[in-house]
């Protein structure tokens, strides 16, 4: 597509939702002249525009630590999440012993952890790290299985019939079917992240949009705790995209699509 | 020299009751013939295919293959597979489909020879398409090559034209005479087409309904090369009702 047909299809998929937004803020502004609705209760989005222009290095400070703690935490639970899934669909004895564990830890409300981890591993990323982690690497896991396992039954006679090691199952056959299903499991980790994140950082910690919130809360600066809302909109969306983007390289590159 | 004596197969199903599916089959299957199994669905065809080819263990009987049992056969490169599907990968180009068992068995020859295969199967120009790229009658025609890509003295073939149109499938079988005619392995041809059969086979072996037992084994003594055309022989039709009739009563 060269940049024209781009735009066209940008404007033919986008414009409307667009307009709709900014007629809702216009809206919304009026509304709130209008009714004289305190700034703490519900601020405009002018008021909101505000905060970001007042506290913008304060915000843009804590943004950068929140996304710091997502994709590193996000890399390390795709890793792990990856890793076992592999291993898993390996070797029989995994699957035997750790999976039916993995699925009782999964079936943990992870979220409610975050205090235990700020005692054992502090205030700090770390403890954001891990529980970000931890709630990532199960969809990444279950997910990958899932796909590892989904092999036409004839082409596993087929590699059966040449003899060919589990080795080179996993390569030449098991790891390429496995993508699509690897990148749904990626699309359900992704959110989980920052929520994992603002929750643990709300919880407990001085840095992060979590810890921006709960001070603003705390504050009654209603203006300023939207503006942390819109940012990690924000960061959720700019994840998902480079998630996507991803995706179609390596599915293009399997022709799964 | 493919010789099954007495084989048995029991399978346990999902609520644990033994389903008989082959019962008694003896059969001898002569080197470089081509023989057709045809027989109500569920007969056991398939499992049959799968006994001699190793990926199966019969619960009675014995297998013997130019004296080696289907495993020691399958050491050494015995068996050549295609499936009702053709299952392609489909992020492989034709080529490097066929070229997949050369890889798997580590064997340079078999890669090399891939190009080969390419015109054997009748795909020259076709080699570096994608599956999604080709018709039903082309992958099919890959899956082949993809057999053959190691020479194996054994060709097992499940229904192979099953997914075919009518047209598509009598052109397959013209291209399966005359690539059969230039390798001469043993084929075994599970099908559920009396033509087909007929048309193709030296011997047509007719099992009963569920558990497959031999019905009867019939020789088509119909002149080699075959083609198309003889379906139009008073004698094609003469066998081919002799068979239809078998497989009714």
Redesign the interface.
Same mark, same amino acid.
């Given at each position: 597509m060269n940049w024209k047909a781009k735009t066209g299809w940008f404007i033919e998929n986008y414009c409307y939702s667009l307009i709709f937004l900014a007629i809702f803020l216009c809206l919304w502004q009026v509304a709130s002249g209008f009714f004289s609705i305190p700034e703490y209760i519900l601020p405009s989005p002018l008021q909101i525009l505000t905060a970001f222009q007042n506290s913008g290095n304060f915000l843009m400070r804590h943004s950068f630590v929140t996304l710091q703690e997502i994709i590193i935490g996000l890399v390390i639970g795709i890793f792990v999440g990856f890793i076992l899934a592999v291993a898993i669909s390996f070797f029989d004895i995994l699957h035997k012993t750790i999976y039916p564990l993995l699925i009782v830890i999964q079936s943990l409300p992870k979220v409610v952890l975050a205090p235990l981890f700020i005692i054992w591993f502090g205030f700090g990323m770390l403890s954001k790290i891990i529980l970000i982690g931890l709630m990532t690497f199960f969809s990444v896991l279950i997910n990958t299985s899932k796909g590892l396992a989904s092999v !036409?039954p004839? %082409?596993l006679? %087929?590699?059966?019939? %040449?003899?060919?090691s589990k080795a !080179?199952l996993l390569l030449?056959?098991r790891l390429?079917s496995s993508m699509p299903y690897f990148f749904v499991g990626l699309k359900i980790a992704t959110p989980a992240a920052v929520i994992g994140a603002v929750f643990a950082e709300y919880l407990g910690s001085d840095r992060g949009l979590g810890y921006v919130i709960m001070l603003s809360s705390v504050n009654l600066d209603t203006s300023r705790m939207f503006a942390a809302l819109v940012l990690l909109a924000a960061i959720n969306m700019v994840i998902f995209g480079v998630v996507c983007f991803l995706e179609r390289i390596v599915l293009t590159?399997?022709?799964?699509v | 020299m493919i010789e099954l004596t007495k084989i048995g197969k029991v399978f346990n199903n999902h609520n644990n009751k033994a389903v008989e599916a082959l019962r008694e089959i003896s059969l001898s299957i002569k080197k470089g013939s081509f023989t057709s199994v045809i027989g109500p669905s569920g007969c056991g065809k398939t499992t049959l295919l799968k006994i001699i080819g190793a990926i199966l263990d019969p619960s009675e009987g014995s297998v013997s293959i130019d004296g080696k049992s289907p495993s020691q056969a399958l050491l050494k490169h015995y068996f050549g597979f295609v499936f009702q599907e053709p299952t392609l990968l489909p992020w492989r180009s034709v080529i490097k489909n066929i070229q997949l068992p050369g890889e798997i068995l580590s064997e340079k020859k078999a890669i090399a020879r891939a190009g080969n295969l390419v015109e054997l199967a009748g795909l020259a120009g076709f080699e570096d398409l994608l599956p999604k790229e080709l018709s039903g009658g082309m992958k099919t025609r890959v899956a082949i090559a993809r057999a053959l890509s190691f020479h194996p003295p054994v060709l097992l073939m499940d229904e192979p034209f099953g997914s075919l149109d009518e047209m598509t499938r009598d052109t397959m079988n013209s291209e399966l005479l005359r690539i059969w005619e230039e390798i001469r392995a043993t084929v075994i041809f599970v099908t559920h087409s009396i033509r087909e059969a007929v048309l193709l086979s030296d011997n047509v072996v007719i099992l009963t309904p569920r558990p497959g037992q031999v019905k009867k084994i019939i020789h088509i003594d119909l002149p080699r090369p075959r083609i198309r055309e003889m379906y139009r022989l008073p004698q094609f039709g003469e066998i081919a009702g002799n068979i239809r009739e078998l497989l009714i009563f």
């Open positions: !036409q004839e %082409l006679d %087929l590699m059966k019939s %040449l003899r060919a !080179q030449k056959i390429p590159r399997y022709r799964h | -």
